[in-house]
């Protein structure tokens, strides 16, 4: 079964005046991740499409997507699915990938109809392309490693690379995933906005009963969005995007629009934060 929920994009003014409900509503999406079923968010924010798929003892297959407008959903767009579960099988071009814990498998526009089976618990995400770019999966050891923060500042962790320039070319699909050392919980902090793109990231391997205090909003007026595991939150493009655990956890992060190599955060002054 495919659902499909649209979220278009908020500007700043409309999202400061609205209620937890409301910026959830808008910006947080949770059960994304049901067995037998592909459940997708269609974000007006660059147009990226972000969701799960669990196959669990059957196989699913992405196909036709109303909202792109095409008979097959990569006829325009490319596509990143990262596997948060256990190993499972994608398919696609008539090519079978093995996609263990932490890997990413890169599909370039063009590829058609796309398998998923297996004990995958699947994060899919997808952006308009303009080209093809080879498919390919991305091993753990072949993402590029970023090691930023201290221990001091509880935000100790290493970026990993997948979809960027250096591992695996793309259009505009940037994605990877942070890991922590044990004890940091800060993401992201110190913050950053970058206009000309949007994000998206997805909170997994957290407790259950345990949350993240995901911020977002200009700067000079945030607010938060308190997160649950294997939930995603939209950030857009004039939005800070960090975030607090009360417990461990990874989250993945994922971009479209301008910039492709990573290197365009516009960093914010603590002082400014309000
Ligand atoms: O624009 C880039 C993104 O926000 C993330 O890559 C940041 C991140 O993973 C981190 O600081 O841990
Ligand atoms: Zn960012």
New binding site residues.
């Given amino acids: 079964m495919l659902t499909v929920e649209t979220r278009y994009a908020i500007d700043p003014q409309t999202a400061k005046g609205l209620d937890t409900q409301g910026l959830r509503s808008h910006f947080h999406a949770d059960g994304l991740f049901a067995e037998g079923e592909i459940r997708l968010v269609y974000t007006h924010y660059d147009r990226l499409i972000l969701g799960g798929a669990v196959p669990g003892a059957g196989s699913l297959t992405l196909d036709h997507v109303a909202e792109t407008g095409t008979p097959s959903m990569l006829d325009r767009r490319e596509m990143g699915i990262l596997n948060i579960g256990e190993a499972g099988e994608v398919s696609v071009g008539g090519t079978n990938y093995t996609v263990n814990n932490g890997d990413v498998l890169y599909i370039g526009m063009g590829s058609g109809p796309v398998t998923l089976s297996g004990k995958g618990r699947f994060y899919i995400l997808s952006a308009p392309a303009h080209r093809s770019c080879p498919t390919k999966l991305i091993r753990i050891e072949d993402a590029r490693r970023v090691e930023?923060?201290a221990s001091e500042t509880c935000?100790e962790?290493v970026?990993l690379?997948f979809l960027h320039p250096e591992v695996a070319e793309s259009c505009q699909l940037l994605m990877?995933?942070?890991q922590f050392a044990p004890g940091s919980v800060w993401?992201?902090?110190p913050a950053?906005v970058?206009d000309r793109?949007m994000?998206a990231?997805l909170y997994f391997d957290l407790a259950d009963d345990q949350r993240v205090f995901h911020f977002m909003g200009q700067p000079e007026e945030t607010r938060h969005i308190v997160m649950g595991n294997e939930e995603a939150v939209i950030?857009p493009p004039w939005s800070i995007?960090?975030g607090a655990g009360t417990g461990a956890y990874t989250?993945c992060?994922a971009?479209a629009g301008d910039n492709v190599d990573?290197t365009?955060?516009d960093m914010v002054a603590m002082g400014d934060l309000r």
């Fill in positions: 930023l923060g935000n962790r970026i690379q990877g995933y942070t993401n992201t902090m950053h970058h793109r994000e990231y950030s995007h960090c989250f992060w971009m990573f365009d955060m």
